[in-house]
């Protein structure tokens, strides 16, 4: 039977839950039997980007215990996808559980690289024309190594229509804790993702990313901007399910 | 200040380590290689992207094609190296009246005022030139003097198609330059430039306003000259 | 406890990007470097193998750096060429003014160095009697105005066509005001070609240091590099140690690299190779040369393992041209000699990460810097590092200041942050109230005021996604 685990992070958990369910739903939409451990909390990125390792390492230790079986693990974040795959690895880099914590990036996915790379899902859209712009999560891409997984899920939706932004790849200005520590430079680089995003004249700004989302859509509240963002794992069960 | 040399020596020492040396995979600089036809071509595409000019020659009239060059542009004068092969080569051939021949044949603290502000033209021989990106490469000496490719407002090079190579790191192990150099060597790519304002390109700031290149074709005959030696005399 | 005399990028910041000026000619010039970069780089296996080779070729230089720095300075002396090596900023501008007054020079004509900016040697040399005339077209623009460079290879690239034109028009005897670029780079050329001619002695940097033969390296396109170096009667080097590779051959892919990566060209002007003064039967050139080596906390970072790899960097400015964050502040911010991402790895382990603190955690992390870097430095890699070192001491380190940064504060903030996420009880207390109350904490409170600056107050969603798969059933193993 195909099974694989699901992490949060804590970002979906908090302000994105609907996206995480999405994500789970995709998943056995696809035939895979999805285990959540009620345990979870958060994969320690915030500690470990600010140098605070043990703390970091701490935290991880009982991520990692929660999902035992040889199992994919997968997240709704690349942000946190790239946290577990790519530095759990330098992180638990001459500690004594160093070989299991490896074992457990090895089975780590983001969700969009989880539906295209491994499951291959046909998508069909059930939804009216839309118009969409896709905002490239730096982790996703540059730590992660994501290919174009989530506009290949989109290009099988007949009825979007994706308008890009000028600067995709440019930073939201997120960035964790930069986002408090710089709030005046984090701003700016939102503001402006915020004006890409509505000169596209899209509806919606799409991304894989909890935190790139709650970032660019304070910016676009603060503005009083129609323009929505959402998760894609929510954008793509509603725009594949009938209400 | 040997103390200087001593601690700073004695710090990288003591924390380098000794390990094996990760390879050269020079596959990406070996696969830049061109037939000598298609190296003139590149040559002139990358040289004259960045307003280098070019004249066609043989290895029979090029002496003329300067000599049509200078009537053209009235200039006054030429500075010449007249021991180099290409410098000797040239006034031989030089008819007397229009742009006068001045050799570059002493030291230049006896005429620095002139050079700089009474020569038009400098005219000087290459070691080869740089198909992948254009550029010629001189090797500066007794014969022919640094100062004649930088100071006067306009430097003509003279290049024999036969002695471009496919890319700098050709040229270094083709014309051993790795195991000696003069006191200068350099390549010129074109005339001096800058984009300091608002990004914007402006031609001849402090090097020549004009590069010409007077481009010999020797390919299909027999190279009179080695490739892969200096040209001076 | 922070050092005293820290230094806050985030103030710098947030002055300069009320600046729209600033900020439009920043994002114009960066654009433009972007597109010229990319348009050089068309085939991504190419740009990769050539990436990796010039990796590869400054990591070992780096491995075998004493070695080749004495075969540097062997052959440079062979050629006649004085090499002189100086611990500190300090040492080295002593040298320097040593080897000035020992020819009896008053005048001294500069081609582009970053390194006599990071010795601050143009003061230095006032405050002793000696004239420091910049002859790069940028640095002269700057120095008009008593500034420092911006960027490392484009050092007015903050001014525009205006700014110029007045500068000019006031401080040019004679000029008058033109916005014509062509006119404008006429203006500098007559002024500085005098200066030339009448310098006592000429300064250059270093972009290679060839150890095989004793070559110094210069890359340039404007002639005033060439002109400082082989119109005075002296020319002085100064190169930081971590610059020297082994053979000319090493050179040819780095040469590649750097001017695609620095300004999108193919190539440069000229590509100006130095090996000995004025030879026998010269007719010109510089009858003396000088090398400086500056170590100033270069074989401090090239101790650590991990650190060294600062040193690999080639000057090129790649990462400034695609950092958000110089985008939009540009370089003066950094109140560093060195800006941008390069800057804010280097400047910290050269200065201390307690003083530059704020500079470590001026970063998103967002890695578009490391995506373009030709020697591969792991720019964000490094920063975490950095961000570690400034709040912990740790066995082994030897980084400038570590531990200085560190507050009770945020050491209690991670102790409580790690105490609730490792205990899924508490976790589930902490998104229960988050869940129900979250949307209560006032705007103002800590974090979240710097939150609100530009942005909605956040507000956690009713239930959390763990309560939501609980009530859906979906299984826990």
Redesign the interface.
Known sequence: MNEAYFYATCLVDLFYPEAGMAGIELLQDAGVRVIFPQGQTCCGQPAFNCGYWEEAREVARTQVALFPRDLPVILPSGSCAGMMKVHYPELFHGQPDEAQVRAFSGRVYELTQYLVDVLHVKLTDLGEPVKVTWHSSCHAVRDLGLKGEPQSLLSQLSNVELAPLVREHECCGFGGTFSVRQPEISGAMSCDKAADAEATGASVILSTDGGCLLNVNGTLEAKRSPLRVQHIAEFLRERTHAR | ??D??T???G?????????P?????????ERRQWPAAERVVRLRK?MEA?HTEFLEATPATWPAVVRSFCDREDLKNLLFGPTSEAGAALAAAWAPGGTQLMP?????EAF??EL?TGVDAGFTGTVGG?A????VLLM???AE???MS?VPPIHLALLWASTIQD???AA??NLG????????????????????????L???????KRLIVVLVDDLNQDPIHNPTMPREG | MHAETEIHFRDAAAKALLDPQLRANFRRAMDGLITKRKAQFPDPRDLQDLRDLSTAIRSRSLLALPELLEQFEANCTKNGVRVHWAETCEQGNELILGILRSKGAKTLVKGKSMVSEEMHLNDFLESKGIEALESDLGEYIIQLDGETPSHIIMPAIHKNKNQIARQFSQKIKDAKYTEDVDELTAMARKVLRQKFLDADAGLSGVNFAVAETGTLCLVENEGNGRMSTHVPPLHIAVMGLEKVVATLEDVAPLYAILTRSATGQAVSTYFNLITAPRGAGEKDGPREVHVVILDNGRSRIYADPQLRATLRCIRCGACMNHCPVYTRVGGHAYEAVYPGPIGKILTPQMEGVGVRHDLIHGSSLCGACAEVCPVEIPIPEILVRLRREATHEDVGSNVAGRGTGRTATEDWAWRIWAGVLKRPALYRMASWFATRFGKALPASAPLIKHWTQTRSKPIPAHRSLHEQVRAKGVPHV
């Open positions: 200040m040997s200087a040399r601690a700073i020596l710090r990288l020492r003591a924390s380098g380590e000794t390990g040396l990760p390879a050269l995979d020079t596959a990406v600089l990358g960045v570059y044949d002493r030291p230049v620095k005022d700089f740089i992948e990106t254009g550029g500066p000496g007794p003097p640094r100062l930088l890319s700098f790191w270094v192990k330059w790795g195991r000696a150099l003069p006191p200068n060597a350099l390549m010129i790519s074109g005339p001096s430039k800058t984009a300091d304002i608002e990004q914007t402006a031609y001849g700031v402090h090097g020549p």
